[in-house]
Structure formats: C-alpha cells, structure tokens
C-alpha cells in the first residue's frame, strides 16, 4: 500500500522542524508550474528559473502567513512570484528609461582634436560592456580615480577592480577593431 502524500502544510510544517527532505518535496511539487508561470510573465528561461528560486526565499521568510486556509501553497506561491516579476519586469523598464533619458553621448571629447565620431563610436562601445567592467573604466580614466580608489568606491577588491579594467580593454578594442 502506498503512502498517503503529505499536504503542503505537512511538508512546510516538517520543513520547519528540520525533517529532512521536506522543502525538497515542497520545492519538487511546485516548481515546474512556477516556472511556466514565471516564463510567460517574463519569456526568459533563466530568468524564469532565477523567479522561482526567489519565491521559495520568500515562502521561507514568510512564516506562517504563506498558508492559505485550503492547506495549499499554490496561492501564496503564485503570487509570490508574479510580484517578484512584476518588480523584475518594473526594475528593467526603469532601467531602460534611465539608460534612454541619458540619452545622448555619455563621454565627450575632451579637445577640438578629439574626432567626434570616434568619440561616438567609443560611447556604444562601453554601453554593451557589463556594468561592473564599465564602472571601472569610467571612474579611472574619466573619473581619474587610482584602481586603489575605484575598489573602494564599489567595494571590491584590487585585484577584481584591475581585472575587470582589464578585460573591458580588451572588449573595447576588439568592438573597435583594434584602433589605437
């Protein structure tokens, strides 16, 4: 005879005392409709995966409240994660919004000698750099910060600050076709 399935409570009330393989269970039973559901707010597999892990954070620090009368964490889940994505969806829209309301010419050419289009073209290319390699590239050329210094002011160590120059040099050149 098979073993009657345990409710969500049970698993959440065993996860909560420590059995193991309870949030297993939990997380096994739901995480394949999360996910679709996840998907389709934001039509992004990883992301969709990164939603899912997000909400379990949330069912954890929730405590009791994530229970809904019936016994199942489907409600609490669902909306847990569509929030989640809402935010995530709210979060790049602003973000797109800054990076429009930029707008123009992030750098500019320090001197009538400076080719605006070559300034123009240096621009794109540090705007398709991750935001870590871009961030030390501006504070110190365009900052003039020591790397000493740019670690600090994104607190993190030397070594990650002058590899991350690094390696956005050498991006830089190969979207610029190696000019000098």
Known sequence: MAEPVASDRDLLVAYREGRDGAFESLYARHKNALWLHARTLLR???????????TFMRL???GDA???ASGSLGPFLHTALRRLAIDRIRSDTASRRREETVGGAWIRPLGPTVDPAEVADLDRALRRLPQEQMESVL???YAGMTFQEVADAVEAPLKTVISRYGAALKKLADMLGGRE
Not at 44 to 54: I, P, Q, R, T
Request: zero cysteines; proline letters at 0%.
């Open 139 to 141: 504070l110190h050329v």
């Open 44 to 54: 992004d597999d990883a992301l969709a995966e990164d939603l899912v892990h997000e």
């Open 60 to 62: 954890v620090r929730a």
């Open 66 to 68: 994530a229970m809904a």
